[in-house]
């Protein structure tokens, strides 16, 4: 009973320190878990690859490494799709694996406390929910919490080679 | 300080001596071994056991010691070596093996295969030494014989262990028992070392007195441990010329005998090589010194009284003297050694990268100079060349680093080789070619497995049984090579067999049963190549060594992975040779950049043969939208990068393109591009470190000006090229084209 209460409050505190990185997507503000952030950088100088989906606009050179480069707003199915001075590629870290999402704009970085985390609803077919850990309120602003380790993992997301996936 | 840091150390050294004493133990031909070899399967077990003993692995202390005595009846002639002999020594160094990766995991070693191969070493001992001693001079001998269970003995003898080091006195402990005062003096160590150093001592044992000055600084000791177990204690901070280890002078009876003894083996060594015998001559003069009583005086009653391990104390004792003779007589290797060093992969890998940016901003550099006024600065041009040419060299040397003899990859098929003939009853005599023929690590690693494969199959399906070799008139003894050459920048590595040969009637009727499109007109081979497809195998083929065909893809796959091929020639009943084409290195490759609409790719210049400027005359129309090229007497298939990889604003008119004729898995054909830049060597950079293999593509690399640049892989370009067609062709009826896209993801993607 003792430790139950212990765990509950030590998840509270690990909760209440999680610091997300907030990004828009068209109208929609999404935020990722600041951990995973890299670095953030301009959307320059990608060379296409060929058989990929719409979403992987190719790959880069980040200081000697091929990393390779997913269009957000290709994959949630925004209407408008531009690239321009504002257009920014946030590059995270998913597992061992470096990759950069292209998103319209970086506004801030926020810091959520548990009971502003709400669960994610069960959501349409674009979003799979698997792919939420949750909703984040903050006054009137909505901010959509992506498992950016999930998303990118993903099958759909085509990033990662599974087993039996050979081309 | 903690002795746990030096785990790492002595387990990399443990696995380089069993692997010496394997290559030993192969080499040794058993009617006629050679003193040298025995030695230094003596020296590999005789300093695992001192290692172990000192950081407490005790099993393993225990079997090294049992091998250690039986490997030093050998090398004295008192047991006659026999092929099954070797066996069991080889075995033995197998379970030493698995011990020894048994601590590396922080386990347990596996009891049971412990005892058994005590058992077989004692058993061994008692029916090979036993017999050949009864006569003989050596009264210890039955002793050792007579052994029932030397494990439990010590045990019973040694004193409480209070330190690792006093179970590695499985030997010594009963004649030491009381303690043996020994003076460890220190000689130019640094006053911070020096108090490590007696802090040491102090747990082996009760330090009685410290004298002298800084520069030597004796420590007299009382302890059950051997001098050389301390020594090695001691080596970890100290060099070994800090240290000297003698006996106290109330034990001097017996010193100055086996001082004068080692005195004048060394005096013929060259003054260099003292370092090295300073710690080695003191340690026998230790060791034999309680030890000697044991076999001489006592010799009776220690045999009638059965104490196993006064014999094998006896047997160490006389081991003891002649290992640092041994030791010294092969001085060169350590020396040799000591010009070395141990260098993490990862921190080599980290250099060539780091080298490659350094190239990559050097051209960066290079191209912007270039468009400079030539006259405007000559000491900038001239620094620029000077550049240029030293981060080349640079990038050469570092290069060379990664490079490893296939010795490294060979050196493991003889026991393989021996094995698995012994097991199937064949014959089998293994011959290496070109093992200095070197090759980077990383593809040294890789090639094993399916090489490894490749010789299982030879030797199982390749290579008959004797008298089918001798009724179809060839010698019984098969013959099996391994050959690596270098041929332009690629290594050939070639597995030879003289067996059976590939049967191609049972080839095609497996391949026809298992649905494969397959006609007796075709080529020997394409037939050879249809092993390779995944789970060919023809079932009257298939044993618990292999099934030729089981894991011929994999063989196939991996090979392609590194960027080879593998060839097979192959003659029924004359054999089979299985030719591996690999690349030198996977990091650097030459290069020739082409240009498709706005973009730039590499050709691997090896695939490249020649380049020409088709005209509509050398051009046929075949069936649908294929086209092929009449250059000189041959028709070759012609693929458009712009089709194959969805270029945008390529040039679609063939006459305006430039057809670079390439070669890939012993396919050619033209590949249609819009321009040639120009050869450049690239730093080959991973796809799939963060992304995921892409059709056609086998790398990527970055261009001087920062850009990626994606390098083509010639021979699964073509097969893109025709599955395209091919799915082109299929939705021709439908209502849309489904252009792009691999087959898991364009739903998704559209």
């Known amino acids: 009973m003792n430790q139950h209460t212990d765990l509950a409050a030590q998840a509270a505190t690990d909760l209440s320190h999680r610091e997300f990185l907030v990004f828009s997507l068209g109208d929609e503000e999404y935020a990722i878990d600041i ?94 929910s698997d792919y939420l850990s949750g909703l984040g309120s903050l006054e009137d602003r909505m901010l959509v919490l992506v498992d950016i380790d999930k998303l990118l993992t993903s099958d759909e997301m085509a990033l990662v080679e599974h087993a039996g996936d050979s081309a | 300080m903690d002795i746990t ?3 790492d150390t002595f387990f990399e050294e443990a696995e380089e001596l069993l692997a010496d004493m394997e290559r030993h133990l192969l080499e040794l031909d058993p009617a006629a071994p050679d003193t040298e070899q025995l030695n230094a399967i003596f020296r590999a077990a005789h300093s695992i056991k001192g290692g172990a003993g000192t950081f407490g692995f005790e099993i393993l202390q225990r079997t090294t010691h049992l091998f250690e005595n039986l490997l030093d009846h050998t090398r004295r002639g008192e047991l006659r070596l026999r092929p099954d002999i070797v066996d069991t020594f080889l075995e033995t160094k197998d379970m030493l093996n698995d011990q020894l990766d048994a601590y590396r995991n922080e386990q347990a070693p596996d009891q049971e295969a412990y005892e058994r191969i005590c058992q077989t070493l004692k058993t061994l001992a008692l029916e090979e030494i036993g017999q050949a001693l009864d006569g003989g001079a050596e009264p210890a001998a039955p002793a050792a014989a007579a052994a029932a269970d030397p494990a439990p003995a010590p045990a019973a003898t040694a004193p409480p262990a209070d330190s690792p080091a006093d179970q590695a006195a499985t030997s010594e402990a009963p004649a030491q028992d009381d303690g043996t005062a020994l003076v460890v003096a220190l000689i130019g160590v640094a006053d911070k070392d020096r108090e490590l150093l007696v802090e040491e001592l102090a747990q082996l044992g009760e330090v009685l007195e410290r004298r002298g000055d800084a520069q030597r600084h004796e420590v007299v000791l009382s302890t059950s441990v051997s001098a050389e177990d301390i020594e090695a204690v001691m080596c970890f901070i100290a060099e070994a010329d800090q240290v000297e280890i003698r006996p106290c002078q109330s034990v001097a009876g017996t010193a100055p005998v086996t001082g004068t003894d080692s005195a004048p083996e060394s005096a013929g060594d060259s003054a260099g090589d003292s370092a ?43 081991a003891g003297s002649p290992p640092p003779r041994q030791q010294r007589k092969a001085s060169t290797k350590p020396v040799k050694e000591a010009s070395s060093i141990r260098v993490s992969v990862d921190k080599v890998d980290q250099i060539i990268n780091l080298v490659g940016e350094l190239i990559i901003t050097q051209s960066m550099l290079d191209q912007t100079v270039s468009e400079l006024d030539a006259a405007a600065d000559p000491r900038l041009l001239n620094g620029m060349s000077l550049l240029q040419r030293n981060a080349r060299d640079l990038q050469e040397a570092v290069m060379s680093v990664r490079m490893v003899p296939m010795d490294y990859v060979f050196s493991r098929y003889p026991r393989l080789v021996r094995d698995l003939a012994s097991k199937l009853d064949k014959d089998v005599e293994l011959t290496t070619e070109g093992e200095s023929t070197e090759l980077d690590k990383s593809l040294t690693e890789r090639i094993i497995d399916p090489l490894t494969h490749l010789v299982r199959n030879s030797l199982d399906h390749g290579i008959e049984s004797p008298e089918a070799r001798l009724a179809a008139g060839k010698p019984a003894t098969g013959r099996l090579t391994l050959s690596a050459q270098h041929q332009g920048g690629n290594i050939l590595i070639e597995v030879i067999d003289d067996g059976a040969g590939l049967d191609r009637e049972r080839i095609l009727a497996k391949a026809r049963e298992s649905g ?26 298939v044993s618990d060594v292999s099934g030729r065909g089981v894991g011929m893809d994999v063989v196939k796959r991996n090979i392609q992975a590194m960027g080879g091929h593998v060839e097979i020639l192959s003659r029924q009943g004359q054999g089979t040779t299985t030719r591996i084409v690999l690349p030198l290195t996977l990091a650097i490759l030459d290069g020739m950049s082409i240009r498709v609409g706005e973009e730039t790719f590499i050709l691997p210049l090896s695939a490249v043969l ?10 046929y129309a075949m069936a649908g939208d294929d086209q092929v090229l009449q250059v000189r007497d041959e028709y070759l298939p012609v693929v458009a990068v712009h089709s194959a990889l969805d270029v945008a604003n390529a040039r679609t008119e063939i006459t305006e393109t430039i057809a670079v004729i390439v070669q890939g898995e012993g396919r050619r054909y033209a590949l249609l591009v819009d321009d040639l830049i120009g050869q450049q060597q690239v730093v080959v950079k991973n796809l799939e470190t963060n992304y995921r293999r892409v059709p056609g593509v086998s790398a990527a690399t970055i261009l001087g000006d920062g850009s990626v640049a994606l390098i083509l892989d010639i021979a699964d370009l073509h097969r893109l090229d025709r599955e395209k067609k091919q799915r082109r062709h299929h939705d021709t009826r439908g209502a849309h084209l489904l252009p792009e896209s691999q087959p898991l993801t364009e739903d998704l993607s559209a």
């Open chain 2, 516 to 541: 494969l499109n397959v006609s007796d007109a075709m080529s020997d081979d394409e037939v050879w190549q249809l092993i390779f497809a995944p789970g060919f195998s023809t079932a009257a083929q």
């Open chain 1, 35 to 128: 951990l995973k952030v890299q670095e953030i950088r301009g959307y320059e100088n990608v060379t296409r690859i060929a058989n990929a989906p719409a979403f992987i606009k190719g790959v880069t050179n980040l200081r000697g490494v091929i990393v390779p480069i997913v269009d957000l707003r290709i994959k949630f199915r925004l209407e408008r799709v531009e690239y321009g001075g504002q257009t920014v590629v946030i590059v995270v870290n998913v597992g061992t694996r470096v990759v950069g999402i292209v998103v319209d704009a970086v506004s801030d970085v926020m810091t959520l406390a548990p009971e502003q985390i709400k669960p994610a609803p069960e959501f349409g077919v674009t979003l799979s």
């Open chain 2, 5 to 7: 840091d030096f785990y």
């Open chain 2, 610 to 619: 020649e380049s020409l400027q088709p005209s509509r005359d050398n051009l």
């Open chain 2, 276 to 318: 090295e015998k300073a710690p080695d001559a003191p340690a026998p003069a230790a060791e034999p010194a309680p030890a000697a009583p044991g076999s001489d005086a006592g010799s009776a009653a220690a045999a009638t009284a059965a104490v196993t391990t006064a014999a094998a104390a006896a047997t160490t004792a006389d």
